[in-house]
């Protein structure tokens, strides 16, 4: 997917840019992201295009120069159905926008977390397919989506899975498991020599255990307690 960033605020442009970037590379998913520092310099890049040439404009209603109302304006008599969500620190501009069809209304300052919702709202709104792995089982390959699974662990010489609805015993090792799953653009994390837990099901931690999402309680290590709270707290922010 495409995203335009008009922001004249360039460190924080910059860090919406890396939050982005990190989202798409977690999901494998391609994600450009084009940064503009004012909306005129962003209409001079458009030139005479009638339709925009991205899934989503993003802009910040407060800008030197001409502000992001009046470009949303512009934009939307290029096009008509283009994606175009708002930046903005009042949520009182939610109304004043309503003639323009705006898409999403975010609140500054923009955040990883917040980030992720209006990225899987575009994902989803494309109809983009969630992230999965390709999973031989019992001789058939399979589509595992990583948003359905809890944990995975070592079990024995072989390695499970456990899933919100089934759980899959499979002989590929352990640590390639966890590797193909974070490659495949899922967020997992050792909490236990032998339990990686998806960092996106996690509700609480505590030092000696975490609770996933269904009341699921797994153990926690006490060498691994540190990388894994600080991992949920980036996750969650």
Same mark, same amino acid.
Request: aromatic share 10%; proline share 2%; with cysteine.
């Given at each position: 997917?495409?995203?335009?960033?008009? /922001?004249?605020?360039? *460190?924080?442009? %910059?860090?919406?840019?890396?939050?982005? &970037?990190?989202?798409?590379k977690k999901r494998n998913i391609s994600c450009t992201v084009e940064l503009f520092s004012t909306a005129e /310099?962003?209409?001079? *890049?458009?030139? %005479?295009?009638?339709?925009?040439?991205? &899934?989503?404009?993003?802009?910040?209603?407060?800008?030197?120069?001409?502000?992001?109302?009046?470009?949303?304006?512009?934009?939307?008599?290029r096009d008509k159905k283009a994606r175009i969500a708002f930046l903005t620190s009042d949520s009182s501009h939610v109304f004043e926008g309503y003639e323009l069809e705006i898409w999403r209304y975010i609140l500054k300052p923009l955040t990883p977390r917040r980030t992720a919702e209006l990225l899987s709202a575009l994902t989803e709104s494309l109809g983009e397919a969630d992230p999965y792995l390709l999973l031989e089982i019992s001789g058939e390959m399979r589509k595992l989506y990583l948003r359905?699974?809890?944990?995975?662990?070592?079990?024995g010489h072989y390695t499970t899975l456990h899933g919100n609805e089934e759980t899959i015993t499979t002989k590929k090792k352990f640590s390639d498991m966890?590797?193909?799953l974070n490659a495949a653009g899922g967020n997992f994390l050792r909490c236990h020599?032998?339990?990686a837990?998806?960092?996106?099901?996690?509700?609480?931690?505590?030092?000696?255990?975490?609770?996933?999402?269904g009341n699921v309680e797994?153990?926690?290590?006490?060498?691994?307690?540190?990388?894994?709270?600080?991992?949920?707290?980036?996750?969650?922010l």
């Open positions: 997917m495409r995203i335009a960033y008009c /922001e004249d605020e360039q *460190a924080q442009a %910059e860090l919406a840019k890396e939050y982005m &970037d990190s989202w798409a /310099e962003f209409l001079f *890049a458009l030139d %005479e295009a009638k339709a925009l040439p991205y &899934d989503l404009v993003l802009l910040d209603i407060a800008m030197d120069g001409m502000d992001g109302f009046t470009l949303a304006k512009k934009l939307r008599e359905d699974l809890l944990y995975v662990e070592v079990n966890v590797e193909a020599r032998s339990v837990v998806n960092l996106t099901k996690i509700q609480r931690i505590g030092r000696q255990s975490c609770v996933l999402t797994l153990p926690v290590s006490r060498n691994m307690y540190q990388a894994l709270n600080e991992a949920f707290i980036r996750e969650n």
